[in-house]
């Protein structure tokens, strides 16, 4: 079964970190770029970051820019998020996304999708 799977989503306080893995099964991560993506409740779902086959690029979107970090182990088939100085405008789910042929390109181009983590940041 080909497949994305998040974890370590949760609630946090601001100023707080959280850190999101991404692991595919069935498939090798190795010829995909990945993208996480999150969608707040009655918001659009937005493009977060998003990193190329190798780990050699990387984007953010500007909300999260310095506070955000990807990464990715491709021998542990795995893509990670690290979250810190959260904010409340962070809370929603977070997706990851794997693509094939092209990068950091809009959600219809995404071969994989993962069924989301809630990531929570209030006091």
């Known amino acids: 079964q080909l497949q994305l799977v998040e974890s370590g989503g949760g609630l946090v306080q601001p100023g707080g970190s959280l850190r999101l893995s991404c692991a595919a099964s069935g498939f090798s991560l190795d010829y995909y770029a990945v993208g996480w993506f999150r969608q707040a409740p009655g918001k659009e779902r937005e493009g977060v970051s998003c990193?190329?086959?190798?780990?050699?690029?990387?984007n953010y979107t500007d909300s999260v820019k310095g506070r955000f970090t990807i990464s990715r182990e491709n021998a542990k088939n795995m893509v990670y998020l690290q979250m810190n100085s959260l904010k409340p405008e962070d809370t929603a789910v977070y997706y990851c996304?794997?693509?094939?042929?092209?990068?950091?390109?809009?959600?219809?181009?995404?071969?994989?999708w993962g069924q989301g983590t809630q990531v929570t940041v209030s006091s």
């Open positions: 996304a794997a693509e094939m042929y092209y990068y950091c390109s809009g959600p219809d181009k995404y071969d994989f």
């Open positions: 990193i190329s086959k190798t780990g050699g690029t990387t």
